[in-house]
């Protein structure tokens, strides 16, 4: 059988600064992190997200979600206008007004996220002060809490990592002997499916998800907790965890075979699984996985594939491109590069991929045009004309929308990569 | 504050890279935070323009407003009108940096660029309008006066557009 051997546990990562990184600073060409409400409110079924900010954050939300007009969405802004910025009393009585019509239109709605903005933070506005006036009148009918989805404080998935990290802070207490795995990080539903049905015949559980799909259901975390992320921009989340005395399990993110299983892995150690056991479970998994991959390896081997940083998913997908799939990154851009938290996924990043840390587009496209990478992953703004000009192109807001964590989605995740170079192929036939 | 469940209705900066879209030779600086940026998209994917719109952005974030975020907008002026050597510059603040109050106006002029500054006065924060049936139109009618565009150029095809295809 065709099968990496498994390793006796997550590699160690080794000195977190080793890996040097260039830094750029310039015009960043990525989206707010007002972005993630896109999918944080499907995942969570009765939240609300009510943004506070400018015709701009609703014009963003509304063109970014424009699919969702056949329907009551389950976001809104809240705009602010000339008076309200002539006195912030006025604007605390403002948000009360309109959380109240908005609570009254939908009585469905169970958990409020009030969601700061760049121009709510430029302003000031409390809005941790009036979740808390506005949970005293509403609570327990509906949680309310803030979180800053800003450009300023945050980029594209970090508003789900100030999300998480709102939700983290009000779970409920467990008691320090009560042992649980929580897995950090949104996933799709059907990959939350099949890995909960993974740790059920570990026998690992309970398993707790966050956010899970239903804001009724807030699972308790304490010092018997032992956390997983699923997603790389869970750095803050994570740090309220470990703060409520949660145990984070350090382990690459679980994309293509080898980083579901390493993933999988961290949790069986820390369960005391027995390597047996953990090899009889996966096996026939990891064996479908690694066989759908090599078929798109023969596709993507040798290809040069270019990262412009957006989602933070860059250098999770990079380690599993080039190891996995056998293809060249000339150059990994993230936003921000977590070192700690990324700390098992740099120390399997081939030792002489370039990360690039932050952004100048301009000085970025350049050498992007200038090595001519098979593949460029970028954001919707920079995708058509990298395609004007011959390039290829994947959009990286498509990898955050596809269900592509896990063994049965190693492929697919694969095939995003190889789609469009087939279709280029072929366009020139 | 009004709440706003669904809308189209842009901000009037948005309006304005439509019009330096529409011209040669023109390039908009804007001061804005990161995460405006969004607005190419409506070019380069629901337009699908094979070039990203003629603006440069200064993406300030929260380290940038602990020091100069004025001297931030001068920089990314100069490097705009250097890369790209437009004919005019238009300059201009999204909501967020109106409310930094760095007048990219007089810090364009300042730079004493060979080239005409035009400084748009485009107020982010003002009552919304009435509800008007053709809500393109009503976005409009904003930006307009303001720059002293004709009104044809104004109604770029794709105004209406409701938003970026699903990704899937």
Redesign the interface.
């Known amino acids: 059988m065709n099968v990496p051997a498994p390793l006796a546990c997550a590699p160690d990562p080794g000195p977190p600064a080793a890996r040097p990184a260039g830094r750029e600073r310039g015009q960043r060409q990525v989206f707010c992190g007002l972005t993630s409400i896109i999918w944080l409110h499907r995942k969570i079924q009765d939240a609300f997200f009510l943004v506070i900010g400018s015709r701009t954050c609703a014009h963003l939300i509304q063109s970014a979600a424009g699919v969702m007009i056949f329907a009551e969405p389950r976001f809104a802004t809240a705009i602010i206008e000339d008076r309200d910025l002539a006195g912030l009393a006025d604007a605390q009585q403002e948000l009360d007004r309109v959380v109240t019509q908005l609570l009254e239109r939908r009585p469905d709605i169970r958990l409020l996220f009030l969601v700061g903005s760049c121009p709510s933070e430029v302003i000031k506005l409390d809005l941790a002060r009036a979740a808390a006036r506005l949970s005293q009148h509403h609570f327990p009918r509906v949680r309310i809490l803030s979180y800053s989805g800003s450009g300023i404080e945050t980029t594209f998935t970090e508003g789900e990592d100030a999300c998480l990290a709102a939700l983290a802070a009000c779970l409920p207490d467990a008691a320090a002997h009560e042992r649980s795995l929580l897995v950090v990080g949104a996933l799709a539903d059907v990959v939350e499916d099949q890995l909960r049905r993974l740790f059920d015949e570990l026998g690992i559980g309970p398993v707790n998800f966050l956010p899970s799909r239903d804001a009724g259901h807030l699972p308790a975390a304490g010092a018997g907790t032992m956390f997983l992320a699923a997603q790389p921009y869970t750095a803050e989340v994570s740090r309220v965890l470990r703060d409520r005395g949660a145990r984070q399990l350090a382990a690459p993110f679980p994309l293509g075979a080898e980083g579901t299983t390493l993933w999988l892995q961290a949790a069986a150690n820390a369960f005391g699984i027995d390597p047996l056991h953990f090899e009889r479970v996966t096996a026939a998994a990891r064996a479908r996985a690694t066989g759908a991959l090599q078929a798109q390896r023969e596709l993507l081997e040798g290809k040069r594939i270019f990262f412009f940083p957006d989602s933070h998913l860059e250098i999770p997908l990079a380690r599993m491109l080039a190891r996995e799939l056998h293809m060249i990154p000339t150059e990994v851009g993230t936003p921000l590069l977590h070192r700690q938290h990324l700390a098992a996924e740099l120390a399997l990043l081939p030792p002489h991929t370039a990360v690039t840390e932050g952004q100048h587009v301009e000085q970025q496209l350049e050498r992007c045009r200038a090595s001519r990478p098979d593949i460029t992953v970028c954001g919707l703004g920079l995708a058509n004309p990298l395609e004007a000009a011959g390039l290829t192109t994947k959009w990286s807001i498509e990898l955050v929308f596809t269900p592509i964590q896990g063994y049965e989605q190693a492929a697919d995740l694969a095939a995003l990569f190889s789609r469009p170079l087939d279709r280029r192929t072929r366009l020139r036939c | 504050?009004?709440?706003?469940?669904?809308?189209?209705?842009?901000?009037p900066?948005?309006g304005a890279m439509r019009i330096a879209t529409a011209m040669r030779g023109v390039h908009y600086v804007l001061h804005a935070?990161?995460?405006?940026?969004?607005a190419?998209?409506?070019f380069?994917?629901?337009e699908?323009?094979?070039?990203?719109p003629p603006v440069?952005?200064?993406?300030?974030?929260?380290r940038d407003?602990g020091t100069d975020t004025a001297q931030l907008f001068k920089q990314?002026a100069r490097?705009a009108y250097e890369?790209f050597r437009p004919e005019a510059l238009l300059v201009g603040a999204?909501?967020?940096a109106e409310?930094?109050q760095d007048d990219p106006g007089g810090l364009a002029r300042a730079l004493e660029l060979p080239v005409p500054v035009i400084p748009l006065e485009l107020p982010?924060?003002?009552?919304?309008l009435p509800p008007h049936p053709h809500p393109a139109r009503q976005r409009d009618r904003r930006a307009a006066p303001r720059v002293r565009q004709p009104a044809g150029l104004l109604q770029h095809p794709g105004t209406h557009r409701?938003?970026?295809?699903?990704?899937?």
């Not at chain 2, 409701?162 to 899937?168: D, H, K, L």
């Open positions: 504050m009004q709440l706003t469940l669904w809308t189209y209705e842009g901000p900066h948005v935070p990161q995460g405006d940026t969004y190419d998209l409506l380069t994917m629901i699908r323009r094979d070039q990203r440069t952005y200064t993406t300030f974030q929260a407003l990314a490097e890369r999204s909501c967020t409310l930094l982010a924060y003002q009552r919304l409701p938003g970026i295809p699903s990704p899937r």
